[in-house]
């Protein structure tokens, strides 16, 4: 197409090669593949409505009525060896969808859902006070506030070498002892690559619909 001493703009002179422009350049275009985001597939959290227990005294949760929040953040799988995976601290705001009004926390009521047993927290329905049933809330999660405690072993590598990524299984590795840490919800999600159904980054978002009559039971989250 000419020596090597031929420029680029000398050839393109008079070609009417698509792509060339006034200045004498040449523009081309390629396109890239992006890797598509898994599926969210994981349920975060399920939410219940558990009636008042008529034939107890109503001394402490779990005896009158209230909301249960029963989260699921362990991974089907990921190749560390966890021992455990719990929800240490939840940070929850719950709306009402239909009017937008926030039903909790309230200024002056209870700031925080009370942990019930590993991974059930509960919050009393006082907070449906003023609901006409039914009620339609929308319960928004911040994954930056909301704590996870996770419990888990280091494989750690047979002879000379760094230790490897605890996410990551190696060949030639041991299992080191169990230790606990705690960290943001963020970045459990970030390690493990969990998709829960509602994340949206900073926020994960759950629905639920509570019946018009205690007497109905659960409600899906």
Request: avoid cysteine; aromatic fraction near 8%; hydrophobic fraction near 45%.
């Amino acid at each position: 197409m000419g020596s090597g001493a031929t420029t680029l703009a000398s050839a393109l002179t008079g070609a009417g090669w698509l792509g060339t422009t006034s200045a004498g350049d040449l523009a081309a275009y390629a396109t890239v593949p992006v890797p598509a985001s898994p599926p969210a597939s994981l349920p975060f959290v399920t939410v219940s409505f558990v009636p008042a227990q008529a034939d107890v005294v109503a001394v402490a949760v779990g005896t009158t009525a209230h909301l249960e929040l029963w989260f699921h953040p362990q991974p089907p799988s990921t190749g560390v060896v966890l021992e455990s995976v719990a929800i240490s601290q939840p940070s929850v705001t719950i709306f009402d969808d239909a009017s937008g009004a926030q039903l909790f926390p309230v200024p002056g009521g209870v700031q925080a859902p009370t942990v019930a047993q590993r991974n059930i927290w509960t919050i009393l329905s006082s907070i449906l006070a003023n609901e006409k049933p039914p009620a339609y809330l929308r319960l928004v999660f911040s994954t930056t506030a909301t704590q996870v405690q996770v419990t888990r072993r280091l494989r750690v590598p047979v002879g000379p070498g760094p230790v490897t990524s605890p996410l990551q299984p190696a060949v030639g590795t041991i299992i080191g002892d169990p230790f606990t840490e705690t960290i943001s919800l963020a970045q459990w999600i970030t390690e493990t690559g969990i998709r829960y159904v509602g994340w949206d980054g900073d926020l994960i978002v759950a629905y639920a619909r509570v019946a018009g009559s205690a007497a109905q039971g659960a409600i899906d989250g």
